[in-house]
T-cell receptor
Framework: AQSVTQLDSQVPVFEEAPVELRCNYSSSVSVYLFWYVQYPNQGLQLLLKYLSGSTLVKGINGFEAEFNKSQTSFHLRKPSVHISDTAEYFC??????????????FGSGTKLNVKP | DVKVTQSSRYLVKRTGEKVFLECVQDMDHENMFWYRQDPGLGLRLIYFSYDVKMKEKGDIPEGYSVSREKKERFSLILESASTNQTSMYLCATQGLTNEKLFFGSGTQLSVL
């Protein structure tokens, strides 16, 4: 089974500062990688995904992530955060179990708190 | 866009009650999932279903069961609710290319 580690449970940052949310996973064998965001009182929304190809993936709201196979990492970055980015961010890995089913493994989440 | 609807946003039940959490999707997806979300633990898979009347245990199935009588509806059942089942419950479906999950807005269940 896969495991996903988000090292930081909370990240406080000032508005317009850069931010990096860290994610490491246990295996690089045939996995897809995702970042989901959860705003207060809402479900999870897909921020970005890595399936194959370029290791730098761009997502919505100015976020990007880089797949590093040798370090089994998929860190999320944004060069300048806004108050509206305050949310909880989940890293996830999926691996194929059958021809039509991928199982997802989620990290424990990182709460990003953007201060004015 | 895909819509995943969970019938209740907040639910308060008493210990020992039978609880039904309902989830409906409108995109004809085969795969549906129930997760529970707890602070510091992320999302943990309770049960999933890959077809009507088909179900599989996830990582924490104890104390739960599920029902999928129609493709669009996936129900989570707590046969006898306990206080340690107080949690946020998230339903999700898997897209046709199996690349990502689509989530409902969640049900915050409190068992008193």
């Amino acid at each position: 089974a896969q495991s996903v580690t988000q090292l930081d449970s909370q990240v406080p940052v000032f508005e317009e500062a850069p931010v990096e949310l860290r994610c490491n996973y246990s295996s690089s064998v045939s996995v897809y990688l995702f970042w989901y965001v959860q705003y207060p009182n809402q479900g999870l929304q897909l921020l970005l995904k890595y399936l194959s190809g370029s290791t730098l993936v761009k997502g919505i709201n100015g976020f990007e992530a880089e797949f590093n196979k040798s370090q089994t990492s998929f860190h999320l970055r944004k060069p300048s955060v806004h108050i509206s980015d305050t949310a909880e961010y989940f890293c996830a890995v999926s691996s194929r179990l059958t021809y039509n089913f991928n199982k997802f493994y989620f990290g424990s989440g990182t709460k990003l708190n953007v201060k004015p | 866009d895909v819509k995943v609807t969970q019938s209740s946003r907040y639910l308060v039940k008493r210990t020992g009650e039978k609880v039904f959490l309902e989830c409906v999707q409108d995109m004809d997806h085969e795969n549906m999932f129930w997760y529970r979300q707890d602070p510091g633990l992320g999302l943990r898979l309770i049960y999933f279903s890959y077809d009507v009347k088909m179900k599989e245990k996830g990582d924490i199935p104890e104390g739960y069961s599920v029902s999928r009588e129609k493709k669009e509806r996936f129900s989570l059942i707590l046969e006898s609710a306990s206080t340690n089942q107080t949690s946020m419950y998230l339903c999700a479906t898997q897209g046709l290319t199996n690349e990502k999950l689509f989530f409902g807005s969640g049900t915050q269940l409190s068992v008193l």
